[in-house]
T-cell receptor, first 115, second 111 residues
């Protein structure tokens, strides 16, 4: 197991297009998180899953954003009708899910550029 | 609402000098606090958490509930400590958790 992986690593798209990112967590981890990070800022929490259940969504997650984790393993984050303001690094993290002090292991991120 | 403030964007110190990276938080409940580090071209990783009361790579952080602070300290900075440091808080709302990160402090250790 090489840790949390994310694909693609980079995505360039035109405004108005839809994009989908994938995150593969560490295999025995029950919890999976999505964050967005823009230049000069820390990661901003978007949503998290406990197994396949999406438990919390930030107000940052507009109706153009949707995340799924259908079988409690990998997760996808889709952005519809992308806007230039969506340009950011999208980070995924996973943890065992035993309690909220679990260590979160981060992936390398997907850098999205919306032209 | 929960908030994490890291007042310094950049902290430059000489090798061997003490380091203190500041973190203040705002949270109405009992917080769980963490320090994460990101070295150049590496992914974000946990450095330490307050509940463990541990020292990692010579770094320690004490939770001061009176001052709502969780400053990261190291007595003698090393060049390999140069990195981006983020303070983070996990809070709970309605039974669910929410994680808030600070904006980060870039630590530059001058040889």
């Amino acid at each position: 197991d090489t840790g949390v992986s994310q694909n693609p690593r980079h995505k360039i798209t035109k405004r108005g297009q839809n994009v989908t990112f994938r995150c593969d967590p560490i295999s025995e981890h029950n919890r999976l998180y999505w964050y967005r990070q823009t230049l000069g800022q820390g990661p901003e929490f978007l949503t998290y899953f406990q197994n396949e259940a999406q438990l919390e969504k930030s107000r940052l997650l507009s109706d153009r954003f949707s995340a799924e984790r259908p079988k409690g393993s990998f997760s996808t984050l889709e952005i519809q009708r992308t806007e230039q303001g969506d340009s950011a690094m999208y980070l995924c993290a996973s943890s065992l899910g035993q309690d909220s002090t679990d260590t979160q292991y981060f992936g390398p991120g997907t850098r999205l550029t919306v032209l | 609402a929960q908030r994490v403030t890291q007042p310094e964007k950049l902290l430059s110190v000489f090798k061997g000098a003490p380091v203190e990276l500041k973190c203040n938080y705002s949270y109405s409940g009992s917080p769980e606090l963490f320090w994460y580090v990101q070295y150049s071209r590496q992914r974000l990783q946990l450095l330490l958490r307050h509940i463990s009361r541990e020292s990692i790579k010579g770094f320690t952080a004490d939770l001061n509930k009176g001052e709502t602070s969780f400053h990261l300290k190291k007595p003698f900075a090393q060049e390999e400590d140069s990195a981006m440091y983020y303070c983070a808080l996990t809070g709970h709302s309605g039974g669910y958790q929410k994680v808030t990160f600070g904006t980060g402090t870039k630590l530059q250790v001058i040889p």
